[in-house]
């Protein structure tokens, strides 16, 4: 993944950004045939195996900076708490997400890729992480699926979904369009609630 040709396809997937540089086609070729992308367009990861390996490789050096212990997101009637582990992503994000940025490889795909260290640390233990990211999306996509018990001894399974962007320099405030994607994403999932999480990587942006 860190070889710099590989890297040159795979970022803009991760990041959910165009890519454009057609003069990459042999790279292109030989991500194929390393079988990390599907062989037609769009540009996606090949399964769903590598769509959960990849950003887990990735963000393996952030995910070791993630001190909170998972089992404290535990509410009493088993559910996770999702509120307050975003309360503590920002607090984290304030302290280290700076200096992990500087030292993220995949750059322009950095914000996702430490948000989904950070989950991971935290719900990979008792929940699952289902991702959707695709070249050209500009968004990442995030389902955590938490299995508990209910007050009756029933199984049953908590869902959580967001939706990720990054508001780059000379771009449009994604506000708007990230609500409408959230909406939709919401519609497929049946949900009636969600969460958008918006990096702002302006250079004009408060600290």
């Known amino acids: 993944l860190h070889e710099p040709r590989v890297k040159r396809v795979m970022e803009p997937i991760v990041a959910g950004d165009l890519y454009t540089?057609?003069?990459l086609s042999d790279?292109?070729?030989?991500v194929r045939d390393l079988g990390l992308i599907k062989q037609k367009p769009p540009l996606e990861v090949a399964n769903p195996i590598y769509r959960e390996v990849i950003l887990r490789v990735l963000g393996d050096s952030s995910q070791q900076n993630v001190r909170a212990d998972p089992r404290s997101f535990v509410l009493p009637d088993g559910r996770f708490d999702l509120p307050r582990l975003l309360e503590e992503f920002v607090v984290f994000w304030r302290e280290h997400g700076e200096v992990l940025i500087r030292q993220e490889n995949?750059?322009?795909?950095?914000c996702q890729i430490i948000l989904m260290a950070f989950l991971h640390r935290l719900v990979n233990g008792g929940?699952?992480?289902d991702r959707e990211y695709a070249a050209g999306t500009k968004r990442l996509d995030v389902l955590v699926r938490w299995p508990y018990t209910g007050p009756g001894g029933e199984r049953l399974m908590q869902r959580e979904a967001m939706e990720l962007k990054v508001w780059r320099a000379g771009k449009?405030?994604?506000l708007t369009e990230g609500l409408a994607?959230?909406?939709g994403y919401l519609d497929?999932?049946?949900l009636t609630t969600g969460v958008l999480v918006i990096f702002d990587r302006r250079p004009e942006a408060p600290p």
């Open 21 to 23: 540089d057609s003069a």
């Open 27 to 30: 790279d292109l070729s030989y």
């Open 106 to 110: 995949y750059h322009e795909a950095a």
């Open 127 to 129: 929940g699952y992480l």
């Open 172 to 174: 449009d405030d994604p």
């Open 181 to 183: 994607q959230l909406d």
């Open 188 to 190: 497929r999932l049946s």
